[in-house]
């Protein structure tokens, strides 16, 4: 089974950017879509990026689209997340997961294997 690891995380300025890496140990990390998703104090856990197995297709949650990007390198295992012009309401545990199914979801219940999670602090 494929397990994931985050990395990156920080405490940054209102309208900073941090970029979270996240490392997958398999031999097959190309047949693996990637999601990221956020954990706020005391609310669910949230959809924030997803990108296909191929990198050739990618979508966001409303709220961060136009200032995340999520990006993958396959022949290093790994998958980005940019996040630029961050807001407080950004602040929230980072979580990296990957999926094995073909379709590209936002669904948490399809992500077979997660990270730890890296904190990302955003001071206004």
């Known amino acids: 089974q494929v397990h994931v690891e985050e990395f990156g995380g920080g405490l940054v300025q209102a309208g900073g950017s941090l970029r979270l890496s996240c490392a997958a140990s398999?031999?097959?990390?190309?047949?693996?879509?990637m999601g990221w998703f956020r954990q706020a104090p005391e609310k669910e856990r949230e959809f924030v990026a997803a990108i296909r197995w191929s990198g050739d297709d990618t979508f966001y949650a409303d709220s961060v689209k136009g200032r995340f990007t999520i990006s993958r390198d396959n022949a290093k295992n790994t998958v980005y997340l940019q996040m630029n012009s961050l807001k407080p309401e950004d602040t929230a545990v980072y979580y990296c997961?990957?999926?094995?199914?073909?379709?590209?979801?936002?669904?948490?219940?399809?992500?077979?294997?997660w990270g730890q999670g890296t904190q990302v602090t955003v001071a206004s």
């Open positions: 997961a990957a999926d094995e199914s073909i379709v590209l979801t936002r669904e948490m219940s399809e992500y077979d294997a």
């Open positions: 398999t031999n097959f990390f190309g047949t693996y879509n």
